[in-house]
């Protein structure tokens, strides 16, 4: 289909078109799943959310107005997904840690061994606003605007998390050359 985003959002909305609407997930899948799986870290996680994306798309297809993009307006979406699975997983960590009564040990650090670089590991050593805003901007092309609009955040605020996190993340891969 030779549509653009707006009209097949018209067909699925008016008609509930699902051809029109598979349209819409072939051409965001990739980019939904990537963003999920960088800010998860988890490759099974980040396909049942980028599902879970779609398919709150599907039914709220009537919410979309226009005024931004829709790629914009998935990627919140996908981004609601996220801190809601980030919320319910801390809550059961709190739960596991009140009822072991013992801290429990989350992850290893990241090993040094091998000599390529691994962005995701990178992206690990950010603050969480930083890698969200990074991953919204350079991950998936979005306008500092529109990662403003999806994570509820000031403009500006959008915009110093998205600078510091490409400065610490230059210096990360420079003391990883410097390393090798």
């Not at 500006?156 to 510091?164: A, F, Y």
Request: hydrophobic content about 45%; charged content about 25%.
């Amino acid at each position: 289909m030779d549509l653009s985003d707006e009209e097949l959002v018209s067909l699925v909305a008016a008609a509930q078109d699902a051809a029109a609407f598979g349209e819409l997930v072939r051409r965001y899948q990739g980019l939904v799943r990537a963003m999920l799986m960088r800010m998860c870290r988890n490759h099974a996680l980040a396909e049942d959310l980028a599902q879970d994306t779609f398919v709150q798309a599907y039914r709220k297809i009537d919410a979309y107005s226009g005024s931004g993009s829709f790629k914009a307006w998935l990627c919140r979406i996908a981004y609601t997904q996220f801190l809601m699975q980030a919320r319910k997983t801390r809550a059961s960590r709190r739960t596991e840690d009140a009822l072991a009564r013992e801290p429990e040990e989350i992850g290893a650090a990241p090993s040094t061994a091998g000599q390529s670089l691994d962005l995701d590991r990178a992206l690990a050593t950010l603050k969480a606003d930083e890698r969200t805003c990074v991953i919204l901007c350079y991950a998936n092309g979005l306008s500092h605007g529109e990662a403003a609009e999806i994570t509820g955040l000031a403009l500006g605020t959008v915009k110093s998390h998205v600078n510091r996190g490409r400065d610490k993340l230059r210096a990360w891969f420079e003391q990883r050359e410097m390393a090798a």
